[in-house]
């Protein structure tokens, strides 16, 4: 017996010995970062706002292939890389339903079909990664913002709140798995364009068991995605996707680089009228994380049952947007629809599509014509003559001047009183004028009352010599007594430095003589202040 005890201690030193050096391997994770969506809608990995339609449901299988999803980098770097799976085919089986237009609730369960690698030994274990495994059993939940539900033929801004939580069904020492149950909250932002344009932002948290393999911490992540769907045969049911997404690592060892697996894929989709939505594509890993994948290739084929509202949403989805009815223009005249007041009748765009007129025929379009009712003559200005009636004045477009401080009226303003002229003509039954003359405010009253008077006996006696007869005519001075504006001002005085004419109502009996005629006759003089000086006559031809 001892000769045997002596034997079977060695050995069993050697076992321990053995069994020390062999130490335990790491813990496993689930290297699936990727996880698709099961609406035929969504964009793959991009998840839309837009909850499926109220008891419609979708299936199908989601098919991907990645190549090296986890490989190692030995810190002296001579031996390469050392792919631990080198390439993954999986599979997920999904299926959706929707409830009251607000809620979607789906189910995935991903089966790694096939899958291969190096040896594991240099993280404990000998042999190759198992080749077919479960994976972990996914729920998917999604509701509507309230305010942001975007209807299914809808377009603008849609936004969501989703769930997912996932169950330790995978076989972890595959890597299939995380051993624990996880759940991951999220937002979904994104607006449809008319076009149907379709942007997506996905953004959220996912809880996850912490873990340090092969010296690098892994735990919580931040997962995201933006994503992109446009139409290319819009009528055919043909959109082309893209989309970046990925998660960043929430925690890590000092010294240690954030572990950011992220890909960029692209791909084509086919809604067929069959229900039938096939989705294929591909994309580059960026290489920032031991579990980001060099390659990636998808394809899935997802079914909506016809006849469902969702298989409606989508057959609506595929007919192009009406075009806008073209502007109408019947009348040819660059004035479109509502802007037009007359659609029949060309016109200008300044008339508003009408034609302009022009009820005096003065050749002074009505629209800025400020005498619309009134010819404009040859010497008038905006529509306007120089001279015409307007209640029971004539009114003048330009004031008559006179010589400073003097009675003398100046040749400028001689068209003036023969456009009054030829308006009394016009009116015979126009019994008599009294022409007003007002002053400023400088000088004294006595001073300014007398040289209106003379001023306006000026005026009467200038339409007398035109051809008015003497007794349609008065005059009378007012001096500074009524002013228009603030003498004040150099343009106030202006204003108040005026001659007016004012129509006298017709008189069935002798006409009452004029109040200034005799005083203005026998007083009118010339000069400046306290110097009279004889008027200049008016000259006997007119200019």
């Given at each position: 017996?001892?000769?045997?005890?002596?034997?079977?201690?060695?050995?069993?030193?050697?076992?321990?010995?053995?069994?020390?050096?062999?130490?335990?391997?790491?813990?496993?994770?689930?290297?699936?970062?990727?996880?698709?969506?099961?609406?035929?809608?969504?964009?793959?990995?991009?998840?839309?706002?837009?909850?499926?339609?109220?008891?419609?449901?979708?299936?199908?299988?989601?098919?991907?292939?990645?190549?090296?999803?986890?490989?190692?980098?030995?810190?002296?770097?001579?031996?390469?890389?050392?792919?631990?799976?080198?390439?993954?085919?999986?599979?997920?089986?999904?299926?959706?339903?929707?409830?009251?237009?607000?809620?979607?609730?789906?189910?995935?369960?991903?089966?790694?079909?096939?899958?291969?690698?190096?040896?594991?030994?240099?993280?404990?274990?000998?042999?190759?990664?198992?080749?077919?495994?479960?994976?972990?059993?996914?729920?998917?939940?999604?509701?509507?913002?309230?305010?942001?539900?975007?209807?299914?033929?809808?377009?603008?801004?849609?936004?969501?709140?989703?769930?997912?939580?996932?169950?330790?069904?995978?076989?972890?020492?595959?890597?299939?798995?995380?051993?624990?149950?996880?759940?991951?909250?999220?937002?979904?932002?994104?607006?449809?364009?008319?076009?149907?344009?379709?942007?997506?932002?996905?953004?959220?948290?996912?809880?996850?068991?912490?873990?340090?393999?092969?010296?690098?911490?892994?735990?919580?992540m931040a997962p995201f995605g933006l994503g992109t769907e446009v139409p290319l045969l819009r009528g055919s049911g043909i959109t082309a996707l893209g989309m970046v997404n990925g998660a960043v690592g929430l925690?890590?060892?000092?010294?240690?680089?954030?572990?950011?697996?992220?890909?960029?894929?692209?791909?084509?989709?086919?809604?067929?009228?069959?229900?039938?939505?096939?989705?294929?594509?591909?994309?580059?890993?960026?290489?920032?994380?031991?579990?980001?994948?060099?390659?990636?290739?998808?394809?899935?084929?997802?079914?909506?049952?016809?006849?469902?509202?969702?298989?409606?949403?989508?057959?609506?989805?595929?007919?192009?947007?009406?075009?806008?009815?073209?502007?109408?223009?019947?009348?040819?005249?660059?004035?479109?629809?509502?802007?037009?007041?007359?659609?029949?009748?060309?016109?200008?765009?300044?008339?508003?599509?009408?034609?302009?007129?022009?009820?005096?025929?003065?050749?002074?379009?009505?629209?800025?014509?400020?005498?619309?009712?009134?010819?404009?003559?040859?010497?008038?200005?905006?529509?306007?003559?120089?001279?015409?009636?307007?209640?029971?004045?004539?009114?003048?477009?330009?004031?008559?001047?006179?010589?400073?401080?003097?009675?003398?009226?100046?040749?400028?303003?001689?068209?003036?009183?023969?456009?009054?002229?030829?308006?009394?003509?016009e009116n015979p039954k126009m019994d008599r004028i009294l022409i007003e003359g007002h002053t400023d405010s400088r000088a004294s009253d006595q001073y300014n009352l007398e040289l209106s008077k003379r001023r306006?006996?000026?005026?009467?006696?200038?339409?007398?010599?035109?051809?008015?007869?003497?007794?349609?005519?008065?005059?009378?001075?007012?001096?500074?007594?009524?002013?228009?504006?603030?003498?004040?001002?150099?343009?106030?005085?202006?204003?108040?430095?005026?001659?007016?004419?004012?129509?006298?109502?017709?008189?069935?009996?002798?006409?009452?003589?004029?109040?200034?005629?005799?005083?203005?006759?026998?007083?009118?003089?010339?000069?400046?202040?306290?110097?009279?000086?004889?008027?200049?006559?008016?000259?006997?031809?007119?200019?």
């Amino acid at each position: 017996m001892k000769p045997s005890r002596t034997l079977l201690l060695p050995l069993l030193l050697g076992l321990a010995l053995s069994t020390a050096a062999h130490a335990a391997p790491d813990p496993r994770f689930n290297i699936q970062v990727f996880r698709p969506s099961g609406a035929p809608q969504d964009l793959v990995m991009v998840t839309q706002s837009r909850p499926l339609s109220h008891l419609s449901v979708s299936a199908g299988p989601y098919f991907s292939y990645s190549l090296n999803p986890l490989s190692l980098v030995p810190k002296d770097g001579d031996l390469g890389s050392i792919s631990l799976v080198g390439n993954r085919l999986q599979l997920d089986v999904m299926a959706t339903v929707g409830l009251f237009d607000w809620f979607e609730v789906g189910v995935d369960m991903p089966l790694v079909l096939l899958q291969g690698g190096q040896n594991l030994e240099v993280i404990g274990t000998e042999g190759p990664v198992e080749s077919f495994a479960l994976g972990d059993l996914r729920l998917m939940g999604k509701v509507a913002v309230p305010g942001f539900r975007r209807s299914a033929e809808g377009h603008g801004w849609g936004a969501a709140l989703t769930l997912n939580v996932s169950f330790p069904t995978g076989v972890q020492e595959a890597f299939a798995g995380d051993g624990e149950l996880t759940w991951a909250p999220g937002l979904v932002l994104d607006y449809r364009f008319e076009s149907g344009i379709l942007l997506a932002f996905n953004g959220g948290f996912w809880k996850r068991p912490d873990v340090i393999f092969s010296g690098v911490q892994l735990g919580d992540m931040a997962p995201f995605g933006l994503g992109t769907e446009v139409p290319l045969l819009r009528g055919s049911g043909i959109t082309a996707l893209g989309m970046v997404n990925g998660a960043v690592g929430l925690k890590k060892a000092p010294g240690q680089e954030r572990q950011i697996p992220a890909e960029l894929l692209i791909g084509l989709r086919w809604y067929s009228s069959l229900g039938v939505t096939f989705t294929f594509g591909g994309g580059l890993g960026c290489g920032c994380s031991l579990a980001s994948p060099n390659l990636s290739f998808f394809t899935s084929i997802i079914w909506v049952p016809a006849k469902t509202r969702e298989w409606e949403a989508i057959e609506r989805f595929k007919e192009p947007p009406e075009p806008p009815p073209p502007p109408v223009d019947p009348d040819n005249d660059g004035v479109i629809g509502e802007r037009d007041r007359c659609p029949n009748l060309e016109g200008p765009v300044e008339n508003a599509g009408c034609p302009d007129t022009d009820a005096d025929s003065d050749g002074v379009v009505d629209r800025i014509d400020k005498c619309p009712d009134v010819p404009q003559g040859k010497r008038g200005r905006d529509g306007c003559p120089l001279a015409r009636t307007s209640g029971n004045k004539i009114v003048i477009l330009e004031q008559v001047n006179f010589a400073t401080d003097q009675d003398v009226i100046l040749s400028e303003s001689y068209p003036v009183l023969e456009e009054v002229a030829r308006v009394m003509e016009e009116n015979p039954k126009m019994d008599r004028i009294l022409i007003e003359g007002h002053t400023d405010s400088r000088a004294s009253d006595q001073y300014n009352l007398e040289l209106s008077k003379r001023r306006a006996f000026s005026v009467k006696r200038f339409l007398i010599e035109t051809g008015v007869a003497a007794e349609r005519v008065c005059s009378q001075g007012f001096g500074r007594s009524m002013p228009l504006a603030d003498n004040a001002t150099e343009e106030g005085m202006a204003l108040n430095r005026r001659v007016e004419f004012t129509i006298q109502p017709p008189s069935d009996g002798p006409r009452p003589p004029c109040p200034d005629d005799v005083e203005a006759a026998s007083k009118k003089k010339g000069g400046k202040r306290g110097t009279p000086k004889p008027a200049a006559p008016k000259p006997s031809k007119k200019p």
